[in-house]
């Protein structure tokens, strides 16, 4: 059974840092694009950072990511990973790592068709 399993949020203070993790089962998720998207209240889920399987593509990420935000994966743990430093409280939302069936273009969600339950993350100032 595929199935993506997020942990690691929570509530934390603004400037601090975060570390999410997903945890891939029924497949490997290094062959396959993986995704990180972030759904604040009251607003539409939006792409935060991308990893491709070939490893000689860059991660791509939203502008907002950049700079503070890193997607990383680990082979040996089939996990995906999401790094948050200076977290500010805009970070705040839900957070859904996912695997897409095509398309590794962050401008294209609906490529991304497996999805964890998300964890919260929630900033405050």
């Known amino acids: 059974q595929v199935q993506l399993v997020e942990s690691g949020g929570g509530s934390v203070q603004a400037g601090r840092s975060l570390r999410l993790s997903c945890a891939a089962s029924?497949?490997?998720?290094?062959?396959?694009?993986m995704g990180w998207f972030r759904q604040a209240p009251g607003k539409e889920r939006e792409a935060v950072a991308t990893?491709?399987?070939?490893?000689?593509?860059?991660?791509s990420y939203a502008d907002s990511a950049k700079g503070r935000i890193t997607i990383s994966r680990d082979i040996n743990t089939n996990s995906l990973y999401l790094q948050i430093n200076s977290l500010k409280h805009e970070d705040t939302g839900m957070y859904f790592c996912?695997?897409?069936?095509?398309?590794?273009?962050?401008?294209?969600?609906?490529?991304?068709?497996?999805w964890g339950q998300g964890t919260q993350v929630t900033v405050s100032l």
């Open positions: 990893i491709d399987r070939d490893i000689e593509e860059p991660a």
């Open positions: 996912a695997r897409s069936s095509w398309t590794c273009d962050l401008r294209n969600p609906s490529a991304f068709d497996v």
């Open positions: 029924g497949f490997i998720q290094s062959a396959w694009c």
